[in-house]
Nanobody, 115 residues
């Protein structure tokens, strides 16, 4: 099981940028498909982006071009670079890891986009 710890959230003005990080414990990180989701209270969890173990990228279509997912297997970390942020990007952003039939989640980091 991977333990996932997100960081990098905070308050940012519309049009600003943030870079989220998710550090994973465990030695098998490089075999995991890693993803970011987001969720607001009372709403369903929404897919943001995924980077597979072989580097294949997937994005929610509406976020493509503003958000970039990447990973550093040497640091067991997955990143989410978010640019041109909008108020509707406000959410708790959660890190997800899938491999070997497992589906692990972090606790999330809150992003608030507001002036």
């Amino acid at each position: 099981q991977l333990r996932l710890v997100e960081s990098g959230g905070g308050l940012v003005q519309p049009g600003g940028s943030l870079k989220l990080s998710c550090v994973a414990s465990g030695s098998m990180f490089r075999f995991y498909d890693m993803a970011w989701y987001r969720q607001n209270s009372g709403k369903e969890r929404e897919f943001v982006a995924r980077i597979e173990s072989d580097g294949t990228l997937h994005y929610e279509d509406s976020l493509r071009g503003r958000f970039t997912i990447s990973r550093d297997n040497t640091e067991s970390t997955v990143y989410l670079q978010m640019n041109s942020l909008k108020p509707e990007d406000t959410a708790v952003y959660l890190c997800n890891a899938q491999a070997f039939g497992r589906d692990d989640w972090g606790q999330g980091t809150r992003v608030t986009v507001s002036s």
